[in-house]
């Protein structure tokens, strides 16, 4: 199982999708980074959306975060921020995406998620309505998730069995001065909250919100 220091290293290198529109030139970058972490680019199941990468029995499936020029990603952002993320198509079809890979891996793999921001909300609607991902999941975790008061409210509408078994796999990493998550700080429908300090009190709310604080901790 990948640390808390990896996991936010691949949903860093995750990112160089959105910024290298060539996916074979993407590829080669990926793949050589995440060669560093002893890693191995699953790159026909790779995209922009998800990326899937091998390490022994471990398969990580990473969610990214928002493309501010993607407006799909904008409207996924305000479906989530409203607690509409049930009528998106986004989080519809990376919860699809994830089961076809999970099926072509079989069911004897260790499986991980990870997601930045908004890709730390479709992470967690994910677990909540697909109980075939739920099961093969032993470890997830997200980063500066996009997290509001009525996502919460659509989030935390489950049994207390449900709840119990989410507490256990999911672990959330918030900077205390990140906004987009601002609400997990008052609460979170399941899972562990673990939230730090600023690595530079002086940085903006963009660099706030960024994977920089998570790569560097030694868990």
């Known amino acids: 199982m990948p640390t808390v220091s990896d996991s936010a290293k691949i949903a860093d290198i995750h990112y160089i ?15 050589r980074k995440l060669g560093r972490l002893g890693y191995q680019l699953d790159s026909k199941n790779s995209d922009k959306d998800i990326l899937a990468a091998t390490r022994g029995d471990n398969v990580h499936i990473n969610y990214s975060g928002t493309n501010v020029k993607n407006p799909r990603d904008i409207l996924s952002d305000v479906a989530l921020a409203v607690g509409l993320q049930q009528k998106n198509p986004q989080f519809t079809a990376r919860k699809r995406k994830t089961r076809q890979i999970m099926r072509e891996y079989g069911d004897d793999k260790d499986y991980s998620l990870s997601g930045h921001s908004l890709g730390g909300s479709i992470l967690m609607n994910t677990l909540k309505e697909s109980k075939s991902i739920r099961d093969r999941t032993n470890k997830a975790m997200t980063f500066n998730a996009g997290y509001t008061g009525l996502f919460h409210d659509s989030m935390k509408q489950i049994e207390k069995p449900l709840k119990k078994e989410l507490d256990k796999k999911v672990s959330h990493h918030r900077v205390k001065s990140d906004v987009v998550s601002a609400h997990m700080n008052k609460e979170v429908a399941f899972g562990q909250l673990a939230e730090y300090k600023d690595s530079d009190k002086g940085s903006d709310l963009f660099e706030k919100h960024s994977l920089e604080t998570f790569k560097e901790v030694n868990l």
Do not use: I
């Open 17 to 31: 999708y959105q910024s290298r529109p060539n996916k074979e030139r993407a590829d080669k970058v990926v793949g």
